[in-house]
């Protein structure tokens, strides 16, 4: 094992400032929050993230059954806020995938946090990252909220762009340890 250090962005993105409405297209459906589908969200993390440089950082993204149990953790707090959560579903006809998943937290009377934005691999590149963070803002907002902060790994540069396009900014660099294998 190795110890390994990741750079890591807190961004923030004032609420009062304008931003775009969360659009879709066609083919995907908004799913908003509801506890009995606690493990459709984990499915949607997992997928989205078992490959990625976060299933290092936090190794519970690189399994099933540790999404399962961070999405019950962040769905049982008190300040866990369904109004900024989400599940994105492609439709094709009859069939249904879901694809897209994003949490959120209102840590204080103004001030919110988005949690694992998540996207299927096979779904990316079509607006559905940016579609749920915007889909989030719009709930921290509609709760009240003033400020939202998100942290993201500095080398998901897909994130980072994203994050920046919409208006967030990095108000901090941090660096997470992490214990590797070598191999």
Request: hydrophobic share 45%; aromatic share 12%.
């Amino acid at each position: 094992m190795s110890l390994q250090f990741f750079k890591r962005f807190r961004m923030e993105f004032d609420l009062r400032q304008p931003f775009p409405s969360a659009d879709l297209p066609a083919e995907f459906l908004w799913r908003p929050w509801n506890p009995a589908e606690v493990d459709r969200h984990a499915w949607v993390k997992f997928l989205s993230f078992r490959d990625e440089v976060d299933s290092e950082v936090f190794p519970c993204l690189g399994d099933y059954n540790g999404c399962f149990r961070l999405m019950r953790e962040i769905a049982d707090q008190s300040v866990f806020a369904p109004a900024a959560t989400w599940l994105i579903l492609s439709q094709h006809g009859t069939d249904s995938l879901d694809c897209g998943t994003i949490q959120g937290l209102a840590v204080t009377e103004a001030l919110g946090a988005i949690q694992n934005v998540g996207v299927a691999p096979e779904f990316r590149r079509h607006g559905i990252g940016r579609a749920l963070v915007l889909r989030a803002l719009d709930g921290f907002r509609a709760q009240g909220l003033k400020r939202v902060y998100l942290e993201v790994t500095a080398a998901n540069l897909p994130a980072v762009q994203l994050y920046l396009s919409l208006g967030f900014r990095v108000t901090r660099t941090m660096y997470r340890s992490a214990e590797l294998e070598t191999v």
